[in-house]
């Protein structure tokens, strides 16, 4: 047996209320997390003052709920507020997000604050014309290595041809400021394989579709290649899951070939986990280790709550492994062969290991 030193892990979900579509950052010593509440995702966040709730936390594992962040911008734009993102450029923090009536013309927008909880003060327009863009949700910035930003986001697509399939899909821009795109978005990638079906016979745009589902664009450089991580799949129900799309430039071609079966990162673990998705990427307190953060129902699927679990880099490409209870296993999957490295004891009383190599392993507690 290896002698692996312990080390903290999640307990999962590290938030017990509602907090969906997570989106973690560090700034000032601290870490900070922002998501969709339960207000934003019902459409009551119309006739509040300030939208979004904002997390925080001194060592990256225990989270307090520290208040709203952006100050709410004009009701006529919607009451549904979606999934926000932040960069920080200049001493400025940015707030992305969308806004729209129920699952209707979604725009994106972009808010300004001095502090990284807020207050978020809108700018006054969206990033995209939406006579041009009826709908488009999930916006996340990157950095490239060399300073440039870009916008990757998610938008309707309704062209199917060849192996593409109609529905939500990921395109990206250039950024030309921090509150401005410099040209049209970029198709970045189509759904294209079955478990990426959000409905079938879904009535859109005056008429029923075999709708297909990629959201949430979380771009990650790892060796000199970018990994487009995304969700697909429906979010209401367990078929929603983490895969991604790799490419040697920012603004692609990107591919997600190899996928054909389900997602490879996260996915249902019947029991363990619930329809994870909505994934943001952080490195950890020692600066080194990477984390995604995510989000997962609960038992009674009335919760979508915020879960933490490392990012591994094996021979497949990138997989997460999933705590949720009072231990950890830890587990070498290669050539068919479970080798068992380490038992840690953490927080919680209950366990269930769902550090599942992209549903390659489940083992429960005890069986090797």
């Known amino acids: 047996m ?49 939208v979004f709730p904002v997390l925080q936390s001194a060592d990256f594992y225990c989270w307090e709920y520290v208040g709203k962040a952006l100050i709410r911008p004009d009701t006529a734009l919607g009451g549904n507020f ?54 488009a949700i999930d916006p996340h910035p990157f950095q490239d290595e060399d300073g440039r930003w870009y916008l990757f986001f998610a938008r309707d697509f309704l062209d199917a041809a060849g192996a593409k399939r109609a529905g939500t899909a990921l395109a990206a821009a250039a950024m030309k400021s921090m509150t401005q795109l410099e040209r049209e978005p970029k198709e970045i990638l189509r759904a294209h394989a079955d478990w990426q079906r959000f409905q079938a016979d879904r009535l859109m745009y005056g008429r029923k579709w075999d709708w297909h589902t990629l959201e949430g664009p979380c771009v990650w450089k790892h060796e000199g290649r970018y990994y487009c991580f995304y969700s697909g799949g429906c979010w209401e129900n367990e078929t929603y899951g983490v895969d991604y799309g790799i490419a040697e430039n920012v603004m692609g071609p990107y591919t997600d070939s190899g996928n054909e079966t389900g997602p490879r990162v996260l996915r249902t673990q019947p029991g363990r986990l619930r329809g994870p998705g909505h994934n943001t990427l952080v490195l950890g307190p020692d600066g080194e280790t990477e984390f995604m953060v995510y989000h997962a129902w609960d038992s009674a699927m009335k919760r979508r709550q915020m879960f933490i679990s490392e990012l591994m880099w094996t021979t497949e490409g990138p ?37 599942l190599f992209g549903g390659l392993l489940d083992g429960a507690r005890g069986q090797w």
Not at 15 to 44: L, S
Not at 90 to 117: I, T
Not at 333 to 338: A, Q
């Open 2 to 50: 290896l002698g692996l030193k312990p080390r903290q892990r999640h307990a999962n979900p590290v938030y017990a209320d509602y907090f969906a579509d997570p989106f973690v950052w560090k700034a000032r010593d601290a870490y900070y997390a922002i998501g969709t509440g339960q207000e934003e995702a019902d459409g009551c966040a119309a006739s509040t003052r300030s």
């Open 82 to 135: 979606w999934a926000p993102a932040v960069a920080v450029s200049e001493g400025h923090f940015y707030l992305y997000y969308s806004v729209g009536h129920g699952d209707k013309n979604h725009q994106l927008r972009v808010a300004v604050a001095e502090y990284p909880q807020g207050p978020y003060s809108d700018t006054g327009s969206a990033l995209i014309n939406p006579d041009e863009c009826s709908f």
């Open 319 to 355: 997989r997460v492994r999933v705590c949720r209870g009072d231990y950890t296993l830890l587990l070498c999957v290669r050539r068919g062969l479970r080798v068992k490295y380490e038992t840690e004891v953490v927080r919680r009383r209950s366990c269930g290991c769902a550090g």
